[in-house]
Structures are given as C-alpha cells and as structure tokens.
C-alpha cells in the first residue's frame, strides 16, 4: 500500500493584478483590497483531496464581493470557472505546479489573487473496508465483465463478499424452458471462490425480470410450478457449497396496497407461492441462508410491517434465515430512527440483517449538475450513520453490506431516476469517494 503522501501547498503572496481606473486602491500582504466605499477583501482557501490528490476544492472567502461576479482559473491564463455559491472542484490530469487565479469583477476593475499549488497525483490508497470489521462482510454488486483490471484491484482491496447486480436473474438465466444459462453467472461465482469472497445469490424469483417466453407460458398451473421448481433446485444446487446465501424472493411485497404484489408467480401458484418457492430452496440446499428482499422496508413503516409480516410466516415454518433491507436511499432520509425500526424487528426475530443494496442518493430534487463537496460530506455522514446503525447490532444478527456497483459512473441510479446522480464509493477513476471513508470511521 502506498502510504498517503503528504502534500506541500507552497503559498506565495502574491500577484495582484488591479486594474485601476478612478479610485485609488490599496494592498496589504494579506491581499486586502479597499475599493473606496466597496470595501472587498479578496482571499480565497485550496484544499487538494485526500481521496483524489488531483483534486482540489477552491473555497472563495473574499470580504464584500457578494452579488459581484467571479471566477477561477486553475491554470494560468487557463478556462474561466465560474465562481458559484459554495467551494468548486477542479480535477487536474496531471502532476505539476500551477497557478490558481480568483477573479472577481469589481465595479471598477477586476480584482485578481493568484497562488501556486503542486500537485503530486499520487493515487491515495485508503485502508480496505473489509479490514475494518470481521464480524460482517462487506460486499459489492458486480457484473462478469467488471472482475479485472482496476475492478479488481478494488475488489481485492475491500470486499470479500459478491453479489450478481443481474447475471444470476432470472430473465439472464433461464432463457428458455429447457436451457438454464450459466456463464455469466459461474464467471462471477467462480472468481469469488477463487479469491475467498462470500457469495450472495442474487436472486431467485423477481416479478421484474420474468423472462419474456415465461409470460407466454400455455402449461397448466401445476406445470409451471413444476417449472419454478425445477429451476430452483438446479440453480440452488450448482451453486451449493460456493454461494452463501440466496435472495430467494425480491420485492414480493407491493408499495401502495401493502400486500402481496401480483406476479406470474402469485398467479399461477398461488398466494402461498412464497412458501413454495423458499420450501423449494431449502430442499435443493439446507445449508444454504435464504433471504428475503426488498426495498422502502426503512422508509415506510407500513410496507416495514407488511415485510416483518411476510417474514414471520416463513420463519415460523423454518423457511428463512435472514432479511435484506435494500437501503437504496438518499442522504437525508430515511431518518436514522427509521433504519434502526428495520435492525430492531430483525434483531427480535432472530433472523441475520444484510444491507443488501447501499446507494446514498445526493441529488433526490435534482438541483446539482456537478458533484459538490458539501453533497459529498452528507453522503460521507449518511454512510456512517448507516454502518454504526448496523455495527451496533448484536454480532449474532450482522450477516453483510453491500454496496450497489462501484462507480459512480456505473451504477444504476441515474438511469432509473433521470437525472445525475453519484450514490456510490468510488469516483469514476476509481478513487475512493468520502463516502467510503465514511464507512470506515464508523468502524473505527
Ligand atoms: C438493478 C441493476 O442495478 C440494474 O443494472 C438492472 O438493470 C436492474 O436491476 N432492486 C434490486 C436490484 O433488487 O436487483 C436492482 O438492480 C435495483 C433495485
């Protein structure tokens, strides 16, 4: 590991450049400048990034500017950014010295203040997330096409547990009646085993991706349920002894109506197709762990209930082991109280808690087109009240947190929202976002 390098920030007083016209302007070595009765007093604070040490954060703390415009330059004579409320971020490509410039354009002139900076671009590599704790996993969702190069060296780095984000689905796998699809899904099992990671099967039955000839599906009811539970047994048992756990059922419960959702599955099998499917999992594997999952089990406290409702049936039979409470949620809420409701019901019955799909949204409304520092230190705090939230559970009920992809640039979220987002850990270059030393302090 390279140890993090500290950075020297050289500060030179300074190059003021004034343009004066009718009023007579004065400077100090603080780079106070008194225009006449517009008194403004430029000054300006640079952090270079731990996380990215080509990256820095400009805060501009001049006296007296507000209402007049301003911009940066992070190189000399370089583009014009522009000076919005709130400190910028600007990512070098490379090491090297170079001029900052704050301009602000004061009524009669520009008024300058201008400081050098070095760059080493040294890679920062943070201590690993798995190493923080042994009394839970920590896990990634991954695809069989991001297992090398610098995924894997993250991989490697944090993670020792894997969950499929769609390869082990349904609609990947079961491609016709008679033709399970292993592929993609023993080339992400296979590099877990490999490499002593966890697996989390991910996951069985999901009214979202019914393969499109299933839709179609002419047997009787009774065939098809033959069907689910062939294809169960077969995925369950190839699986055996390299996946840990499998999320048997997604998303089974309905968000308006708080009841059962209305799948092909319900449909053809009937009300008591959970129990069937679940009976079916824990034929094919009895050591396997078999989870339920789903999403807003924090936010609403009625689909929560509905949920632990679910959970208890099969529990009372000895057909689960443990629930996942998807937590794709957003820097201010669901509330902290909210998220302990979810490790408080799971505690009481016994079962193990997996934060199966950890994403911290920072644009819920929509109001940022650039990642800003004070979204990226909610998110940082949001992470870590989630991992104390589930550090404090009993050991006997932690099971895992998964992080739902990477990069920023690879997850889900914009796509399913329409609008940009970065809810993950990693920049898009593969450094560690605050969000992952967020998740650290809360271990610490
Ligand atoms: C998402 C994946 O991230 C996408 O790549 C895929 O296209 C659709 O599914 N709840 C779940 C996950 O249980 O399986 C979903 O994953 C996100 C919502």
Redesign the pocket.
């Known amino acids: 590991m390279i140890p993090y390098k500290k950075i020297i920030m050289k500060k030179y007083c300074v190059y003021l450049s004034l343009i004066i016209t009718t009023f007579f302007l004065s400077c100090d070595k603080n780079d106070d400048v008194d225009l006449d009765d517009n008194q403004i007093s430029i000054s300006f604070e640079i952090e270079i990034s731990k996380e990215n040490t080509l990256r820095v954060i400009a805060n501009n703390t001049s006296v007296g500017s507000s209402g007049l415009t301003s911009y940066w330059q992070f190189t000399e004579n370089g583009e014009q950014v522009p000076d919005i409320a709130g400190p910028e971020m600007y990512l070098y490509t490379a090491s090297g010295e170079y001029l900052v410039t704050l301009t602000i354009e004061g009524p009669t002139g520009d008024i300058k203040k201008s400081q050098t900076i070095i760059i080493t671009g040294e890679d920062y590599v943070p201590p690993a997330l798995k190493d923080a704790t042994d009394k839970f996993s920590v896990g990634m ?1 991954v695809r069989s096409g991001r297992l090398s190069g610098k995924h894997n060296e993250v991989l490697m780095r944090d993670f020792n547990n894997l969950t499929a ?2 390869e082990m ?1 349904m609609d990947q796998m079961f491609k016709s009646q008679d033709n399970i699809d292993f592929t993609a899904a023993d080339a992400i099992v296979n590099y877990g085993v490999a490499n002593n990671m966890d697996i989390h099967g ?2 069985l039955i ?1 009214h ?2 019914v393969p499109d000839w299933m839709k179609n599906f002419s047997g009787t009811n009774a065939e098809f349920e033959t069907m689910i539970e062939n294809y169960i047994t077969t995925v369950v048992k190839r699986y055996s002894g390299k996946v840990r756990s499998w ?1 048997v059922i ?2 089974a419960i309905d968000d308006g109506s708080n009841s059962l959702r209305n799948s092909i599955f319900k449909l053809k099998m009937g009300d008591d197709y959970v129990e069937k499917c679940y009976q079916f999992a824990r034929n094919a594997d009895p050591n396997v762990l078999l989870f339920y ?1 789903d ?1 807003n089990v924090a936010a609403s406290d009625s689909k929560r209930a509905a949920i632990f409702s679910l959970v208890d049936g099969l529990k009372a039979k000895n057909l689960i082991d443990g629930l996942g409470a ?1 937590l ?1 949620i957003s820097i201010d809420s669901p509330s902290k109280a909210n998220i302990e409701a979810v490790v408080n019901g799971t505690i009481s019955r016994g079962l193990l808690m997996h934060f ?2 950890l994403d911290i949204r920072v644009n819920p409304n929509n109001d940022i087109t650039t990642l800003t520092e004070e979204r990226e230190i909610a998110q940082q705090n949001k992470v870590k009240e989630v991992v104390e939230i589930y550090d404090a559970m009993p050991d006997a009920n932690k099971f895992a947190i998964t992080i ?2 990477m990069r920023d640039n690879e ?2 979220l914009p ?2 929202w329409g609008n940009p987002e970065w809810g993950l850990f990693y920049n898009s270059d593969f450094t560690a976002k605050k969000a992952h030393a967020g998740f650290l302090e809360a271990l610490q």
């Open positions: 969702a984000e769609y689905k991910h996951t999901w979202n991706t999320d997604n998303e999952n999403y998807q794709h199966s799909e739902w992809g997850s889900w796509d399913f």
